[in-house]
T-cell receptor, first 115, second 115 residues
Framework: DSGVTQTPKHLITATGQRVTLRCSPRSGDLSVYWYQQSLDQGLQFLIQYYNGEERAKGNILERFSAQQFPDLHSELNLSSLELGDSALYFC??????????????FGPGTRLTVL | DQQVKQNSPSLSVQEGRISILNCDYTNSMFDYFLWYKKYPAEGPTFLISISSIKDKNEDGRFTVFLNKSAKHLSLHIVPSQPGDSAVYFCAASVLGTGANSKLTFGKGITLSVRP
């Protein structure tokens, strides 16, 4: 158990809909990262927040947005969903803000299926 | 453009033998490399890392070798155990970018260790 929790574990929805994925980092961790793992793809970095502020951005679509709240939990919002958005979405957390400098601890992921 | 490539999707080895997992990268700016292991229904967990100033890093049964001129790294597991059966992700980063030092992952290799 990494100490990072993600809800829900599974999500099935239809094209055009909007969903929210939630992540609670390990106690004491200030950074939260979001990754997407599509079929036959590696983990694609989406976005990083550090202590409530956006710190780094990766290949995140404009239809996707994220935020980190004062209690440090984070939400990833996916809107106007398309079939190709079906994927595993992982959240990771680390103590510091320095991306690869700090070991990232991953949650179990949320499997999103868009029908 | 896949900057981190794990060209072999799977590997099967006998228990007690050596497992060699390969990874190639194209971005010559990468200076920090990591291996993550992932079991089904769990998030990836950090395994071992290596900085570009080294060509070898060892941790117990796990050794990572880096060949900068060939832009190639490999993970050696000796001896392999059935519990090592998992998906292994290679990741790379440019540490010099500080807070923007995001991790770029490969697609992963599924290792099966036969008893």
């Amino acid at each position: 158990d990494s100490g990072v929790t993600q809800t829900p574990k599974h999500l099935i929805t239809a094209t055009g809909q909007r969903v929210t994925l939630r992540c609670s980092p390990r106690s004491g961790d200030l950074s939260v990262y979001w990754y997407q793992q599509s079929l036959d793809q590696g983990l694609q970095f989406l976005i990083q927040y550090y202590n409530g502020e956006e710190r780094a951005k990766g290949n995140i679509l404009e239809r996707f947005s994220a935020q980190q709240f004062p209690d440090l939990h984070s939400e990833l919002n996916l809107s106007s969903l398309e079939l190709g958005d079906s994927a595993l979405y992982f959240c990771a957390s680390s103590v510091g803000s320095g991306g690869a400098y700090n070991e990232q601890f991953f949650g179990p992921g949320t499997r999103l299926t868009v029908l | 453009d896949q900057q981190v490539k794990q060209n072999s999707p799977s590997l099967s080895v006998q228990e007690g033998r050596i497992s060699i997992l390969n990874c190639d990268y194209t971005n010559s700016m990468f200076d920090y490399f990591l291996w993550y292991k992932k079991y089904p229904a769990e998030g990836p967990t950090f395994l071992i890392s290596i900085s570009s100033i080294k060509d070898k890093n060892e941790d117990g049964r796990f050794t990572v070798f880096l060949n900068k001129s060939a832009k190639h790294l490999s993970l050696h597991i000796v001896p392999s155990q059935p519990g090592d059966s998992a998906v292994y992700f290679c990741a790379a980063s440019v540490l010099g970018t500080g807070a923007n030092s995001k991790l770029t992952f490969g697609k992963g290799i599924t290792l099966s260790v036969r008893p």
